[in-house]
């Protein structure tokens, strides 16, 4: 059975940081990981799928990277800035279904 | 324009009542799916829908049943409601059933079963 573990449950850092987020799951055998973020009362964004070919995707500040062999997925935020401040979701795909984490909550402080 | 929409937003219901949460997807996709998170903040599958298949989870209770009028709706049908049903459920789509496909998200309905 496939689960997902995110670490840490949550993060706060001064505005300007450079964070990581960390993923992992427990069996390899995936199509692809995609990173969400959930804002408060709102429905889930995609930001960045990386197929199990990838090593990694980037968009904007994000950089997130994908090593599927070991289990491990990380995103990556440059020069965070307090809209960045949301819970941060990743998910593998092992068939036809997500599978989740239970996400980070990252706050940024002005 | 909202790609995934959900209605309604907030749902307060008695235990006991059959209700329904409605989703419309104005992507064009193929595939519409069915999330729920619990209190926990896991999100778990529930069903997936294609105009060939429908794919459900072995554990969500028959109580739930997920009804197509069309491509671009796939509305979700519960009776009998039970506490432990209080969560937030989030429809989400996809251009086909691909496994290289993303999702797109609603804003979710949360419902609370008293």
């Known amino acids: 059975k496939q689960e997902v573990t995110q670490i840490p449950a949550a993060l706060s850092v001064p505005e300007g940081e450079n964070l990581v987020l960390n993923c992992s799951f427990t069996d390899s055998a995936i199509y692809n990981l995609q990173w969400f973020r959930q804002d408060p009362g709102k429905g889930l964004t995609s930001l960045l799928l990386?197929?199990?070919?990838?090593r990694e995707q980037t968009s904007g500040r994000l950089n997130a990277s994908l090593d599927k062999s070991s289990g491990r997925s990380t995103l990556y935020i440059a020069a965070s800035q307090p809209g960045d401040s949301a819970t941060y979701l990743c998910a593998v795909r092992p068939g036809y279904q997500l599978t989740f984490g239970k996400g980070t909550k990252l706050s940024v402080i002005p | 324009d909202t790609a995934v929409s959900q209605t309604p937003k907030y749902l307060v219901t008695q235990m006991g009542n059959d209700k329904s949460i409605k989703c419309e997807q104005n992507l064009g996709h193929d595939t519409m799916y069915w999330y729920k998170q619990d209190s926990k903040k896991f999100l778990k599958i529930m069903f997936s829908?294609?105009?060939?298949?429908?794919?459900i989870n072995e554990t969500v209770p028959n109580r739930f049943s997920p009804k197509s009028p069309d491509k671009a709706h796939l509305n979700l049908h519960i009776n009998s409601l039970e506490l432990g049903d209080s969560a937030v459920y989030f429809c989400?789509?996809?251009?086909?059933?691909?496994?290289?496909?993303?999702?797109?998200f609603g804003p979710g309905t949360r419902l609370l079963v008293l």
């Open positions: 989400a789509s996809s251009q086909g059933d691909s496994h290289q496909e993303t999702q797109y």
């Open positions: 990386i197929q199990s070919s990838q």
């Open positions: 829908y294609n105009n060939k298949e429908l794919i």
